[in-house]
């Protein structure tokens, strides 16, 4: 009983925190919507050619996306130490972990579900494969939260060099890019198999993800 | 009673201090003195188990606490010598924060009693980055009363604050060791305090 209303105090906590910084997200937001305005000036109006590669544009902001919001997930906790007091309430930092990527899954990926198919009419996706880019973002967000996890904790004490925070995820999200943006290019046997392979890497992750980030903040915070 | 057996703590091959044994019984205060960089932050923290020692054990009530890590905390406190408000949160928000957190019995009134002897009282719905450093501090040691616990550990309590809030500090410390709580800071000042027992960090470093 006490450590669910521990968890239940740091998803309200956090959801406040999330809701407080709203800006934060619109901003990750207008990000997403201008890179995609950005690939239709610089490629020019050649309709037939945004449906072949529409998707992949997509996916790759996505991830780029992805990179601003690494700085969110534990720097501040770490920063102030609350995490050490999180964790003298009787949350291991495995559970810590995980609740903070269902909190930033809600408010920094759910938004995109919205944008998503405001992207694929600018460029001119047809809607059937707007169905299979918002299926593969459902599989694939989750593993890109749970990537930006890792590489947000490995850098922990990382003060000065910011951008192998982002080469970590870039590395770590080749296969989800791989299999997200090959579903739609897949036939339609294939595309069952591809979907399934994805599931796994989910699952992978989110079995592993804990761990690997628990394991980073221990180490972080010896080392301080 | 927490007890702790000739830790060392190495860091980067050097020594910090090196056989530090303490045991502290119900209604008694540690007072742990020493210069700067002399690892008094650090000892706590061991005695927190947030740093793991080098060599050496702690036990609490009998039980070495690396094994009973959760137990151990359900009676300990440990405000640390950074704020751990949250800075987007306003002042009542991180209490009732804390007190979910701590699954605390804490009633409204109480917290209405702290906030006004702290004159916190109109901050209430201010945000933590308004207050000033002192304001801040004030707040972090209402955990102290949120919480509820046996043991409480402080990292230089006494920094930033007036000396009224010192003066309502210490009779909080008094009350609590009278109650058999047990209490463990590091200050640079010693205050007037019954049962209270220096510990000089300087005896255990390695020069």
Known sequence: ?224 | MLLANNISFYRNNNIIFKDVSLALPPQKIINITGANGIGKTTLLKILTHVLIPKKGDIFWNGKNIKKNLFNYYKDVTFVMDKQTSNINLSVIENIFFWKKLFSSIISKKEIDAILDLLSLDSYRNTPINYLSNGEIKKLELTRLVIERKKLWMLDEPYIGLDIETINLLNETFINHTKSGGMIIFSSHYVPEIPNIENLQLENYAQR
């Open chain 1, 1 to 224: 009983m006490h450590s669910v209303n521990s968890i239940l105090a740091l998803f309200y906590r956090e959801l406040k925190i999330s809701y407080r910084n709203f800006s934060d997200i619109l901003s990750i937001l207008m990000f997403f919507l201008l890179g995609i305005l950005i690939f239709v000036f610089s490629i020019g109006p050649n309709t037939e050619m945004f449906n072949e590669i529409g998707i992949g544009v997509i996916w790759t902001l996505i991830l780029l996306s992805n990179n601003l919001s690494l700085r969110k997930f534990y720097q501040n906790d770490f920063n102030d130490g609350s995490i050490i007091l999180l964790h003298m309430s009787g949350l291991s930092y495995e559970l810590i972990v995980l609740i903070k990527i269902m909190i930033i899954w809600i408010f920094l990926q759910l938004p995109f579900f919205i944008i998503i198919p405001l992207a694929a009419i600018l460029l001119n996706i047809e809607l059937p494969n707007v169905n299979l880019i918002l299926i593969s973002f459902l599989i694939g967000s989750p593993i890109l939260t749970s990537i930006a996890s890792i590489s947000g904790s490995m850098n922990l004490l990382n003060q000065r060099n910011f951008a192998i925070g982002s080469v970590i995820i870039m590395i770590l999200s080749i296969p989800i890019i791989i299999f997200s943006v090959g579903i739609i290019n897949a036939s339609e046997e294939i595309v069952r198999a591809q979907l399934k392979i994805l599931i796994g890497i989910l699952f992978f992750f989110l079995a592993v993800t804990p761990w690997v980030s628990a394991a980073c903040i221990k180490l972080a915070i010896q080392n301080k």
